[in-house]
Nanobody, 128 residues
Framework: QVQLVESGGGLVQPGGSLRLSCAAS????????IAWFRQAPGKEREGVSCFSGRDGSTYYSNSVKGRFTISRDNAKNTVYLQMNSLKAEDTAVYYC?????????????????????WGQGTQVTVSS
């Protein structure tokens, strides 16, 4: 049974940093894509970052590129999202998801499809 558990959210001041964790069970990270999404109140869900366990490729939305870094720890079967230089507009519930696919877009961002397994989400609030 696939299970994803996020942690690491919280309240941080603008310009600060947080590291989110997504602990996976029921599958291994090198078998699929893992992605981070976020959804702010009244806004559509946005794909933030994606990691290919098959070849190590990473993908970022243009809104977070250069500030966020996705990584994995195979020994812990965990994916991380390091978020630096946080802005108020980064405030959202962040979710990790698996069992999908990510494709690089010509704009420098990425498309995603088919993510069927989701965690419960963790709140990130950026405010002074």
């Amino acid at each position: 049974q696939v299970q994803l558990v996020e942690s690491g959210g919280g309240l941080v001041q603008p310009g600060g940093s947080l590291r989110l964790s997504c602990a996976a069970s029921g599958f291994t990270l090198d078998s699929t894509y893992i992605a981070w999404f976020r959804q702010a109140p009244g806004k559509e869900r946005e794909g933030v970052s994606c990691f290919s366990g098959r070849d190590g490729s990473t993908y970022y939305s243009n809104s977070v590129k250069g500030r966020f870094t996705i990584s994995r720890d195979n020994a812990k079967n965990t994916v991380y999202l390091q978020m630096n230089s946080l802005k108020a507009e980064d405030t959202a519930v962040y979710y990790c998801a698996a069992d999908g696919e990510c494709l690089r877009a010509g704009s420098g961002s990425f498309f995603y499809t088919g993510f069927g397994s989701w965690g419960q989400g963790t709140q990130v609030t950026v405010s002074s």
